[in-house]
């Protein structure tokens, strides 16, 4: 290890809030599925920063609208209109079958946006009495990490010691279609859930729980609000994950790949009136909706289409899920997936996942553990089948490590 990797690391340790237990590799280069480290040395991305980069890094078109768009116009605020706007509203809007657009940043203020809006669709369209606004959220959940959000998480470590927290969430199991009709009430707006939960360690739903809870919210007046954030764009093998489900939500909630990891892009959608509650000065953000911002979401979803890379999601992630499941190694408890939103859980004892992250390190490949027992594994969607067969045989390897 030479000096500089050393100090880039100690460095963030000495300044930096510990808020992350990055693993020991300091990245400087990125391309397509491909990263390196300020040694040279090439890794395959499985995590594609949470599923942020999942049109490969730097990818080349992007980076040429982001320049020129930044030699034009970054920023006007929404005091102003800009001419990118208006063209990335209608690009979203047919690509996912919208009526409304709502530009924010992250993915968590996605999420918050669309708390604010089905409150207020809850009392000015509903009639829910003010103040009364309920909205159901699942057990186990990921949606953010503001105060909003935490306050409904069920992960001790995401909310201890940071309350006290807004009321009006309920949770109830994820999976559970009966203990959703229990929880709703007349005061109900919204249900607030991912299809798939992703930072749980990819836990999919039973089949033909999206269907009963897509009944259950249209029978009771209930907006569906989806968690796409991680799930939409591909990552499953659909544009959106609901469409594995045969479902339409109310609103629907995009970020990461957005951008395909240039700049945070986040937006609600809505099929309904939801968003159209708004009115001027009842919410906003500096940066929502800039032109820089507009301009990189356009040729990340262009090239998402054009490139085939939904398709390709559908196709390597098939290959590398029976890949998996082909190993035969006494560590793994479970595989499971859907396109390249993929997880290996190991057996207790097999020790923490995070010790395989390490190893797979020394291999070429970087994932990243959740939950202990759990490695997560999604590539960017570019990722070809000789490089799905490259990474099972170092996770095979890897994977078959005698514990007992
Ligand atoms: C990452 C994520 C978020 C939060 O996005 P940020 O950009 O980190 O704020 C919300 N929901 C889901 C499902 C996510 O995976």
Redesign the pocket.
Known sequence: MSSSVIDFIATEARFGARNYEPIGVVLSRGEGVWVWDTEGNRYLDCLSA??AVSQGHCHPKILAAMVEQAHRLTLTSRAFHNDQLALFYEEIAALTGSHKVLPMN????A?ESAIKSVRKWGYEVKGVPDGQAEIIVCANN????TLGIVGFSTDPETRGHFGPFAPGFKVIPFGDATALEEAINPNTVAFLV?PIQ??AGVVIPPAGYFTEVRALCTANNVMLVL?E???GLGRTGKLLAEQHEGIEADVT?L??ALSGGFY?V?AVLSNNDVLGTLRPGQHGSTFGGNPLACAVARAALRVLVEEGMIENAALQGARFLEGLKAIRANTIREVRGRGLMLAVELHPEAGRARRYCETLQGKGILAKDTHEQTIRIAPPLVITSDQVDWALERLATTLTQDFS
């Open positions: 949470y599923s992250s993915g968590a203020e999420v990921f949606h953010g990490r991912e992703g930072e968690d954030i991680q799930t909630l970020g990461k945070p986040s």
